[in-house]
């Protein structure tokens, strides 16, 4: 069973992830998700919770029942308990539909310290990501994670 730390890891990466990439140049809409991502994965590791939530739509909820109010409390807990985080992200695909939704398929290797007995903490897991682009913004609307290897929930 996940430890609220890590679910509250996943919960803040699942909405923040970004890949430095090469070959051809990305459509506007993908352009602006690699923007928006990079933008949550630095607001993630500055710990700028309200930033952070404020990329995720009113209307967010997932498959474990979580809502955006409750991504706040995961992510407000989760930051007062480390000290620093480090994603390393990598995007496997975006597919952009009718250039105002999208769905992002990554992996993402985290890592921080903490005052645990260890002092850090890592973790990788896969994510699907679900965005939709409203008033111009793009907003994260739902998402499934996993261990590596394991069952996307």
């Known amino acids: 069973m996940m430890s609220?730390?890590?679910r509250a890891l996943c919960l803040a990466v699942a909405a923040f992830v970004m890949l430095v990439g090469c070959g051809d140049s990305p459509s506007e809409p993908e352009a602006e998700l690699r923007a928006w991502?990079?933008?949550?994965?630095?607001?993630?590791?500055?710990?700028e919770r309200?930033?952070?939530?404020?990329?995720?739509?009113e209307a967010y909820v997932d498959r474990r029942g979580n809502e955006?109010?409750?991504?706040?409390?995961?992510?407000?807990?989760?930051?007062?308990?480390?000290?620093?985080i480090?994603?390393?992200?990598?995007?496997?695909?975006?597919?952009?539909?009718?250039?105002?939704?999208?769905?992002?398929?990554l992996t993402v290797g985290?890592?921080?310290t903490n005052e645990s007995i260890l002092g850090f903490s890592?973790?990788?897991?896969?994510?699907?990501?679900?965005?939709?682009?409203?008033?111009?913004d793009w907003h994260l609307i739902s998402a499934r994670w996993g261990e590596i290897g394991g069952e996307l929930k």
């Open 110 to 112: 985290m890592a921080g």
């Open 86 to 105: 480090r994603l390393l992200p990598n995007i496997e695909e975006i597919t952009i539909y009718d250039d105002t939704a999208a769905q992002l398929v």
């Open 68 to 84: 955006r109010s409750d991504l706040d409390t995961l992510l407000r807990v989760y930051f007062h308990r480390m000290n620093n």
């Open 122 to 136: 890592a973790d990788a897991y896969r994510f699907e990501l679900e965005v939709e682009k409203d008033s111009g």
């Open 50 to 57: 309200r930033a952070v939530v404020g990329m995720v739509s």
């Open 37 to 47: 991502v990079e933008a949550g994965i630095a607001f993630v590791e500055a710990k």
């Open 4 to 6: 609220a730390l890590n």
